[in-house]
T-cell receptor, first 113, second 114 residues
Framework: EADIYQTPRYLVIGTGKKITLECSQT?????MYWYQQDPGMELHLIHY???????EKGDLSSESTVSRIRTEHFPLTLESARPSHTSQYLC????????????FGPGTRLTVL | AQSVAQPEDQVNVAEGNPLTVKCTYS??????LFWYVQYPNRGLQFLLK??????LVKGSYGFEAEFNKSQTSFHLKKPSALVSDSALYFC????????????FGAGTRLAVHP
């Protein structure tokens, strides 16, 4: 079944650690996105990609970085986590189908102590 | 510039009653409009979209939305609410064509009481 996956679902780490949040989709979508969302609050686009080797920064400034080496994989990395990075991170993908409907993964809840 | 507004932070409705979650938008050209639902500790789940055609769009779980061009609105509706509909609902808009980004509203929390 075509889907979008995120791992880990929950992560608690200490300040200064390097972390990578994984996102993979099996829908063959070209476009992928990362959003940051505080619980129950609005979404903020932090990164997006239109295809392999394409990455762009979103509307909200973020200290994270992304890469897109394979179509199905769009990992997000924080080189040195801080408590201000505590949030929920949502990955999404869409296709060039005219509507550009985005489909979301289950999210990663990150807590930095 | 594109924008979307959800004027109500929270909507309360009794189970079995009809529900409406409001959304208004602003785009320069033709709007592509979406509704998503988010349950606690989950990602957003696509409910329905309007691209063109019939102004009344039917989606998942008995939800529907009506596109009103003159009022620039895209309200989400359901004839009979269920307690399990309680969740956070997001409206989103994108200007059709090109590489325009999807803009999300701030979200409306729907509480359905037994």
């Amino acid at each position: 079944e075509a889907d979008i996956y995120q791992t880990p679902r929950y992560l608690v780490i200490g300040t200064g650690k390097k972390i990578t949040l994984e996102c993979s989709q099996t829908m063959g979508h070209d476009k992928m996105y990362w959003y940051q969302q505080d619980p129950g609050m609005e979404l903020h686009l932090i990164h997006y990609s239109y295809g392999v080797n394409s990455t762009e920064k979103g509307d909200l400034s973020s200290e994270s970085t992304v890469s897109r080496i394979r179509t199905e994989h769009f990992p997000l990395t924080l080189e040195s986590a801080r408590p201000s990075h505590t949030s929920q991170y949502l990955c999404a993908s869409s296709d060039f189908d005219g509507a550009d409907t985005q489909y979301f993964g289950p999210g990663t809840r990150l807590t930095v102590l | 510039a594109q924008s979307v507004a959800q004027p109500e932070d929270q909507v309360n409705v009794a189970e079995g009653n009809p529900l409406t979650v409001k959304c208004t938008y602003s785009v320069s050209g033709n709007p592509y409009l979406f509704w998503y639902v988010q349950y606690p500790n989950r990602g957003l789940q696509f409910l329905l979209k309007y691209i063109t055609g019939d102004n009344l769009v039917k989606g998942s779980y008995g939800f529907e939305a009506e596109f009103n061009k003159s009022q620039t609105s895209f309200h989400l509706k359901k004839p009979s609410a269920l307690v399990s509909d309680s969740a956070l609902y997001f409206c989103a808009v994108r200007e059709g064509g090109g590489y325009n980004k999807l803009i999300f509203g701030a979200g409306t929390r729907l509480a359905v009481h037994p």
